[in-house]
């Protein structure tokens, strides 16, 4: 009976060994710490990787964005982007304000970047682009006297679905709190394909909507055949923005979904375990 027991207790340290095993997630660090290798700057009226300003840099093992080489912003909006392409996944972020807005900085860009997803890539941006045609989370900092949700959406050249109905208005607020002063935030979106996108601040689901795709306005300088109205988007890249405040990651990774949607599921909150291990526990939690 004593051999029967000892057996029947190793058998179930292997199966929920085995279950914690295949159930891991495998985040793949898009910021090595240390320099900006496997990312392409794109900053408006500049060369593709012309850093205007040693804009972006590593400091102190994070990405930061600064101005302190700028004497008038001069609307050079930027973006840095990871190369690669995206269809299925998670990707989180750890940001914070610091410092002061750059010298002539746009009122609206106080406190405020954004991560880029489903976007175009940067080799396909115009000289003189805006932003990317993508879907915006944008990163919102307390002001200190009004309320500012972070992880709101903004779609510069896209628009979405929210409830059934197709919104075509530039930014929708999420359900946040107000991140004041120089703490940091974890920012984090689920992007299915063309299907679902949703928001979470801190580990809060903030916002949802569906079907991304082009249309609209909210962006400059594009090349006209690249935004086809109404055509859905199911990859793109991702990058992060620079719009005139000072701002600091440092954290991004990202979680690849890709081939782990269970077939037999109803939703999009249900996935399986790839054979290999590979992590595609999203909907488990």
């Not at 710490?33 to 392409?40: A, E, P, Q, T």
């Not at 900053?43 to 850093?51: K, P």
């Not at 190369?83 to 996944?89: L, R, T, V």
């Not at 990317?132 to 002001?143: A, H, R, T, Y």
Request: aromatic share 10%; proline share 3%; with cysteine.
């Amino acid at each position: 009976m004593k051999l029967q027991l000892t057996l029947l207790f190793s058998l179930i340290c292997m199966i929920t060994f085995g279950q914690k095993k295949s159930e891991k997630e495998e985040w793949k660090q898009l910021f090595n710490g240390k320099n900006l290798d496997g990312w392409d700057i794109k900053i408006r009226g500049n060369d593709l990787n012309d850093n205007f300003g040693n804009t972006f840099r590593v400091e102190d093992g994070k990405m930061v964005v600064r101005y302190d080489q700028y004497d008038d912003f001069k609307q050079k909006y930027g973006h840095i982007f990871y190369k690669g392409d995206f269809s299925y996944y998670r990707v989180s972020v750890e940001y914070r304000f610091v410092g002061e807005q750059a010298p002539k900085g746009e009122g609206w860009a106080l406190r405020n970047s954004g991560i880029m997803v489903h976007g175009q890539p940067a080799a396909t941006m115009g000289k003189d682009q805006d932003f990317p045609i993508s879907i915006e989370v944008q990163l919102l900092g307390g002001n200190g006297k009004d309320p500012r949700t972070t992880c709101n959406l903004c779609t510069p050249g896209t628009n979405v679905v929210i409830d059934g109905k197709l919104v075509t208005q530039h930014c929708v607020t999420s359900t946040s709190k107000t991140y004041a002063g120089d703490q940091w935030v974890k920012a984090e979106v689920l992007v299915l394909g063309d299907s679902l996108i949703q928001h979470f601040a801190n580990g809060e689901k903030v916002l949802e909507y569906n079907k991304p795709q082009m249309g609209g306005g909210n962006v400059g300088g594009n090349d006209p055949a690249v935004l086809i109205n109404g055509k859905l988007l199911d990859h793109g890249s991702i990058s992060l923005q620079s719009e005139s405040h000072p701002v600091e990651f440092r954290k991004v990774e990202v979680l690849n979904l890709k081939g782990c949607m269970d077939a037999k599921a109803t939703n999009f909150k249900s996935y399986y375990v790839k054979a290999d291990n590979s992590a595609c526990t999203y909907g488990k939690k």
